[in-house]
């Protein structure tokens, strides 16, 4: 866990609110009270999972540190970066903006859940084929995005490409060859499977 995430979950942290203040004789002393914690039941890639988190833990920590669903990458911690990309109830979420409490009694979607067994999803092998990523630390934020944005729009102008995937941030690759990955996995897609 990094520091920052350490500070956010300490108790005190955030408009006082968990300091409590006793007097001791004329002196008033400031108390940090313990940091609540409140069980989660849900389900991740078709599998239940029930897990107690602090209150204050994001949806990305909960993800990662109590699911070990570490596909689900970190980037700007801020919504910017889209890497922390994962599905809600089909929708595409930021999980870094979520707390893992409000994911209670929802049906997630990570990375891990694309690919069928040993078999890459379409869209995954589409990268792949054509040269989406380098490095592959935005790559599980473009695929849930590039997911959940194929369902509504199966045959993408490349002006709406552009348009679905201007959230996420890739350092490396360059958009080129993510938006032929898109319209290759759309295509993909499209064909009428056997
Ligand atoms: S880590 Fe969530 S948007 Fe960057
Ligand atoms: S592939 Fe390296 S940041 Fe996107």
């Not at 694309?114 to 473009?142: K, M, V, Y």
Request: proline content about 5%; glycine content about 10%; charged content about 25%.
């Amino acid at each position: 866990m990094t520091p920052a995430r350490r500070a956010r979950e300490k108790p005190g942290h955030g408009r006082g609110r968990n300091v409590s203040v006793r007097r001791i004789g004329a002196r008033k002393v400031a108390t940090l009270k313990p940091v609540a914690e409140q069980a989660v039941a849900l389900k991740v890639n078709g599998k239940r999972y029930a897990v107690t988190v602090p209150v204050r833990r994001t949806l990305a920590d909960m993800l990662r540190e109590d699911l070990g669903l570490t596909g689900t990458h970190l980037g700007c911690e801020h919504g910017v970066c889209g890497a922390c990309t994962i599905l809600l109830d089909g929708q595409a979420v930021r999980s870094c903006l979520l707390l893992g409490v409000q994911a209670d009694g929802h049906a997630l979607m990570t990375v891990e859940g694309l690919s069928n067994g040993e078999r890459l999803h379409p869209i995954q092998e589409a990268f792949w084929d054509a040269h989406g990523l380098q490095c592959g630390f935005c790559t599980p934020g473009f695929l849930m995005t590039i997911s959940a944005f194929l369902k509504e729009t199966p045959d993408p102008s490349e002006e709406e490409i552009r348009e679905a995937i201007a959230g996420n941030l890739c350092r490396c690759t360059g958009y080129v060859n993510i938006i032929k990955a898109v319209q290759l996995a759309a295509d993909r897609l499209r064909l009428p499977t056997v």
